[in-house]
């Protein structure tokens, strides 16, 4: 799945959709990447599909996630939490924090 498709930000519960499975397999890909190539064993939580109606379990594992990736290449990264999603602005600088801290972290493993 392209990296790209983080940097889309959902407009609809299509694209909300798409964003969520490309989102999620790129964790995947990283987490597997790292445990393979550091010895770790990374927290895996089920972040797809998205239900941004209840989102606080879902924003509180996707922080854990990010914190623990990014602890082991070495990345301050950023807070993710408190997401508003229905405010078109707030979501899309949200995707695009997400999205970049995703794209260096791939590109620092070669996940292209």
């Known amino acids: 799945m ?3 498709a983080l940097f889309n930000v959902p407009e609809d519960q299509r694209t909300l959709n798409t ?3 490309a989102h999620m397999a790129n964790h995947r890909d990283i987490i597997r990447a790292l445990n393979t190539d550091y010895g770790t064993n990374l927290s895996e939580f089920i972040l797809d599909p998205v239900d941004f109606e209840n989102s606080g379990d879902w924003e509180r594992q996707h922080q854990v996630m990010h914190h623990e ?3 082991v290449v070495g990345l301050s990264g950023f807070d993710l939490l408190g997401l508003d999603w229905k405010n078109e602005n707030r979501r899309a ?3 695009l924090l997400n999205a970049t801290e995703h ?3 791939s590109d620092f493993l070669r996940l292209g």
């Open 69 to 71: 990736m990014n602890a």
């Open 103 to 105: 794209r260096t972290i």
């Open 19 to 21: 964003w969520g499975f």
């Open 93 to 95: 600088a949200w995707v």
């Open 2 to 4: 392209s990296i790209a």
